[in-house]
């Protein structure tokens, strides 16, 4: 375990944090990040670990991307991200500034030597990215998920030497995941990066913006050992001050690199203000990381032992998280049975689930008799909550007792 050396200490020591302001700055040189990416032979994103990825996530102003990309190329970040084109869930919100703000970033490429990462989500975004000379392209979550929209982009890259990031889908769909990097290669794009950016649920119980499901990544991870793996804690979490904890746990799951949304005002930002940093907050959380060593055959078995806790750690946050929501589910229930004058415990629906998760346990090989036991527990918390709602007991939905 050795503490992150991305960052020098000498560095760290001359910049104040909490008083960030670009001039304070003297640019150190870091070959890596001044030469083209696709002409050289070593892996784009295997040049540092963790690989740090960092931009706002719009490019708003002109001002806003050079002021940025000084502070975050004098602090060694291997990739400056911003969304030129920003897929928005509503129709009437900022949907980016397109061509012009890829002029800004071919400018603060060429002033800051900082090599630069777009969204892309049709091939004319391709064709215009090219021609502005960006060094590495993004499929966002929203495209993955959709394979006719891959190809077409996969298609797009035929003959073209540039690295693709793809993120996860948003749903958690780890074939789809892996298909839409499949898309790429069988294109001939020879270096694809994974981006694990969590995914949607229909709700936030657990606090995250969307939930990381960890075994997802761990699983494409299994399947394509050579990957490169990237975590997105901005887009996991949706609240800065939660990144540095999930950015610690990506490490602690062996991930190459971190794509982490940065701005100098974060909260003036006109998209996801919320989950942004500033860039001295960024520099903190990245001199703050742990970064373990490899996942090796000769690995220690206590090293090894660490790893896997770090990994049932996260199965059971998960696993609580999953049962807080069946819980508010069941609140939600029990106010349909309050108003439509239905008992709480109904014998045969019971029998219905028995008989599901039953099955289900059979399939992974697991003895029915202990799944059923852990769900009465499950089921009995359940009832007791609709009780609760008909009784109207709030003490028992509060948790008091
Ligand atoms: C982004 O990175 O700004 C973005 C839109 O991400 P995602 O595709 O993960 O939602
Ligand atoms: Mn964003």
Request: net charge neutral; with cysteine.
């Amino acid at each position: 375990m050795t503490k992150c050396r991305y960052l020098p200490w000498q560095y760290k020591s001359r910049l104040n944090c909490q008083n960030y302001k670009p001039s304070n700055l003297s640019l150190f040189n870091l070959s890596l990040i001044t030469q083209s990416p696709y002409l050289c032979t070593m892996s784009f994103f295997k040049k540092a670990k963790p690989f740090i990825i960092a931009g706002p996530c719009s490019a708003e102003t002109r001002e806003q991307i050079m002021i940025t990309a000084e502070a975050l190329s004098a602090m060694g970040v291997h990739l400056y991200r911003a969304g030129v084109w920003k897929p928005r869930t509503r129709p009437g919100s900022f949907e980016g500034n397109g061509a012009k703000a890829l002029e800004w970033l071919s400018e603060a490429k060429s002033m800051y030597n900082i090599p630069f990462t777009v969204e892309v989500a049709e091939p004319a975004h391709i064709e215009l990215a090219l021609k502005h000379n960006a060094d590495v392209l993004w499929i966002g979550a929203r495209t993955t998920v959709n394979p006719f929209q891959v190809q077409h982009l996969a298609d797009a890259l035929k003959g073209v030497s540039i690295p693709v990031m793809v993120k996860n889908p948003v749903n958690a769909d780890v074939d789809l995941w892996q298909g839409a990097i499949e898309r790429f290669e069988v294109s001939g794009t020879r270096e694809v990066a994974a981006i694990h950016r969590g995914f949607s649920g229909y709700s936030s119980a657990a606090g995250y913006r969307n939930q990381p499901n960890w075994p997802i990544p761990i699983e494409l991870k299994r399947r394509r050992p050579e990957l490169t793996m990237i975590c997105d804690p901005s887009h996991i979490t949706g609240n800065r001050n939660r990144i540095a904890e999930i950015a610690q746990k990506a490490m602690d799951m062996h991930f190459d690199g971190l794509m982490i949304e940065t701005h100098p005002d974060p909260d003036a930002a006109w998209t996801d203000a919320a989950q942004q940093v500033t860039p001295a907050a960024l520099m903190l959380i990245i001199h703050n990381l742990i970064v373990r060593e490899e996942f090796t055959q000769d690995m220690s078995s206590l090293v090894q032992l660490e790893y896997i806790r770090q990994l049932m750690d996260s199965l059971d946050a998960e696993i609580i998280d999953l049962v807080a929501k069946r819980m508010e589910l069941s609140e939600k229930m029990g106010i349909v049975k309050r108003e439509c004058n239905l008992t709480a415990f109904q014998p045969g629906r019971w029998r219905e689930i028995v008989d599901r998760i039953g099955e289900r346990a059979e399939k992974h090989h697991l003895p029915k008799e202990f799944i059923v036991e852990l769900y009465e527990k499950i089921h009995h918390e359940s009832i007791r909550r609709q009780l609760a709602v008909l009784e109207q007991d709030d003490k028992v939905l509060n948790g008091d007792r």
